[in-house]
């Protein structure tokens, strides 16, 4: 498998994580992220050597969705 196809295919499994509502299922969204972002050689990383996008990432306050979490 390609690595493009490896990056998209994460990036759908993480869309169907992000629409859980079963705490393991959520919980797998941050070995999805890590591998993206965090691993040796992010997968991130190795895609954007192919495109050379220009990216920026934005941060949350995650307050709301942690208090919601804890109520489960």
């Given at each position: 498998?390609?690595?493009?196809?490896?990056?998209?295919?994460?990036?759908?499994?993480?869309e169907?994580?992000?629409?859980?509502?079963?705490?393991?299922?959520?919980?797998?969204?941050?070995?999805?992220?890590?591998?993206?972002?965090?691993?040796?050689?992010?997968?991130?990383?190795?895609?954007?050597?192919?495109?050379?996008?220009?990216?920026?990432?934005?941060?949350?306050?995650?307050?709301?969705f942690?208090?919601?979490?804890?109520k489960?």
């Amino acid at each position: 498998m390609d690595i493009t196809t490896l990056f998209l295919k994460t990036l759908d499994d993480m869309e169907l994580y992000l629409e859980a509502t079963d705490p393991y299922d959520i919980l797998m969204i941050a070995a999805l992220l890590r591998k993206l972002f965090l691993d040796g050689s992010p997968l991130f990383d190795q895609v954007n050597k192919i495109y050379k996008i220009k990216h920026t990432f934005s941060i949350i306050d995650a307050t709301e969705f942690v208090e919601k979490a804890r109520k489960r």
